[in-house]
């Protein structure tokens, strides 16, 4: 916020900090959604999981030991580079919170994703609501960021009043704007789970 400063009249640098920042958070909930599971296998479902490999040295993500694919909609197959991190990618699998099964032929290893049942499309609904108001609280947070900083330089008389008003109802159409946009992105991966 110290970067910006606030001028009579102009609001480019504010609405472009504000942009950025709800960006920011529009893409962290875009990144959220990939890791809910849909109908569909994705390769971002497993890609992040933190493999422990060669004797427990280094932990790497997954996407960094193999090549992480999906030659149908039920299933992911993982290549790994190194044929001797199989088993420690195989084990990360298993430990991991995703709940697959892997399936190692010593060159490859399968994961086939169940049908999914009732119950765990609506446990994963709830998961998607819980994302979206985090996300939704995040964004009033950098509106709430942005207000006190507005009223800070209108208390110290570097704006006027009519121009924090505008300020503030600028921030407030952003804010609203960018709640829709999570919002019709939820929606999208709601229908996706129901379908």
């Given at each position: 916020m110290n970067t910006i400063i606030l001028q009579e009249g102009v609001v480019g640098p504010l609405e472009k900090y504000t942009q950025e920042e709800m960006i920011k958070c529009l893409k962290h909930f875009e990144h959220e959604l990939t890791g809910i599971r849909s109908g569909r296998a994705h390769p971002s479902m497993i890609e992040s999981i933190k493999i422990s490999?060669?004797?427990?040295?280094?932990?790497?993500?997954?996407?960094?030991?193999?090549?992480?694919?999906?030659?149908?909609a039920r299933t992911i197959m993982i290549q790994p580079w190194d044929t001797a991190t199989i088993a420690d990618i195989e084990r990360g699998i298993k430990e991991s919170d995703t709940g697959f099964t892997p399936v190692n032929d010593g060159n490859i290893i399968r994961i086939s994703l169940p049908e999914m049942s009732n119950d765990v499309r609506d446990k994963l609904t709830k998961q998607l609501g819980k994302k979206l108001e985090e996300t939704r609280v995040s964004i009033r947070n950098v509106r709430k960021n942005i207000q006190n900083f507005i009223r800070d330089e209108e208390k110290k008389k570097n704006v006027s009043e009519d121009f924090a008003k505008r300020l503030n109802d600028l921030l407030q159409k952003h804010t609203d704007d960018y709640i829709k946009k999570v919002e019709v992105l939820a929606n999208k991966k709601e229908q996706d789970l129901k379908s």
């Amino acid at each position: 916020m110290n970067t910006i400063i606030l001028q009579e009249g102009v609001v480019g640098p504010l609405e472009k900090y504000t942009q950025e920042e709800m960006i920011k958070c529009l893409k962290h909930f875009e990144h959220e959604l990939t890791g809910i599971r849909s109908g569909r296998a994705h390769p971002s479902m497993i890609e992040s999981i933190k493999i422990s490999c060669y004797g427990g040295d280094s932990e790497l993500p997954l996407k960094n030991l193999a090549s992480v694919s999906t030659p149908d909609a039920r299933t992911i197959m993982i290549q790994p580079w190194d044929t001797a991190t199989i088993a420690d990618i195989e084990r990360g699998i298993k430990e991991s919170d995703t709940g697959f099964t892997p399936v190692n032929d010593g060159n490859i290893i399968r994961i086939s994703l169940p049908e999914m049942s009732n119950d765990v499309r609506d446990k994963l609904t709830k998961q998607l609501g819980k994302k979206l108001e985090e996300t939704r609280v995040s964004i009033r947070n950098v509106r709430k960021n942005i207000q006190n900083f507005i009223r800070d330089e209108e208390k110290k008389k570097n704006v006027s009043e009519d121009f924090a008003k505008r300020l503030n109802d600028l921030l407030q159409k952003h804010t609203d704007d960018y709640i829709k946009k999570v919002e019709v992105l939820a929606n999208k991966k709601e229908q996706d789970l129901k379908s």
